[in-house]
């Protein structure tokens, strides 16, 4: 199975300033096949990006994806107070579907 | 407005069986898949299965399979996560997602979550 693994474990940044997050396939996720993925405190999590760098209906333009292959990068510019959250990423390339362990964004 | 609606949460003993349900509304139920996820207490996401309800097709990773039953009721919109043995590592929270295809689509809508409690 295709592992993911994110990076770093936990951010933390202070509103208005940049995240960058990491996610690293063990295989190549074939035609970008990546997903990322925001989840709150007691909250399904919601779909930001699908194939690696499009925005879901209704995702504010400040998430970006960005990736290709190995390696995929979630982008946050200019922090909300609503963006502290963990963020995942998410593989649907391959059988079985996998995601990677979170990263979580916490205020500074 | 596409919905899923889970059934409420669930507190168990070891060894007891459980059916939790995951209704759809607000789309053709037969043309997307239902998966479902597990999220054990303060950990990741995991992916577990998923079922096409026009056909009951169901594919479950490897970690999953023979530990639960996916299944799916086309007349009443409802999909279903089925245990016959819980053993305490089953407490988690359970989401099922709607995808447009097995493979080569995110999960686009996710239900509210089950919280289901394995405890003696």
């Known amino acids: 199975e295709i592992v993911l693994t994110q990076s770093p474990g936990t951010v933390s940044l202070s509103p208005g300033e940049r995240a960058t997050l990491s996610c690293r396939a063990s295989q190549s996720v074939s035609s970008s096949y990546l997903a990322w993925y925001q989840q709150k405190p007691g909250q399904a999590p919601r779909l930001l990006i699908y194939g690696a760098s499009s925005r879901a209906t209704g995702i504010p333009d400040r998430f970006s994806g960005s990736g290709s292959g190995t390696d995929f990068t979630l982008t946050i510019t200019r922090l909300e107070p609503e963006d502290f959250a963990v963020y995942y990423c998410h593989q649907y390339s391959r059988s079985p579907r996998t995601f990677g362990q979170g990263t979580k964004v916490e205020i500074k | 407005e596409v919905q899923l609606v889970q059934s409420g949460a669930e507190v168990k003993k070891p060894g007891e069986s459980l059916n939790i349900s995951c209704k759809a509304s607000?789309?053709?139920?037969?043309?997307?898949?239902i998966g479902w996820v597990r999220q054990m207490p303060g950990k990741g996401l995991e992916w577990m299965g998923i079922?096409?309800?026009?056909?009951?097709?169901?594919k479950y990773s490897p970690s999953f399979q023979g530990q639960v039953t996916i299944s799916a009721d086309k007349s009443i919109n409802t999909a279903y996560l089925q245990w016959t043995g819980l053993k305490a590592p089953d407490t988690a929270m359970y989401y099922c997602v709607r995808v447009r295809t097995m493979l080569r689509s995110p999960p686009d809508y996710w239900g509210q979550g089950t919280l289901v409690t394995v405890s003696s």
């Open positions: 079922i096409y309800p026009a056909d009951s097709d169901t």
């Open positions: 607000g789309y053709t139920f037969t043309t997307y898949w």
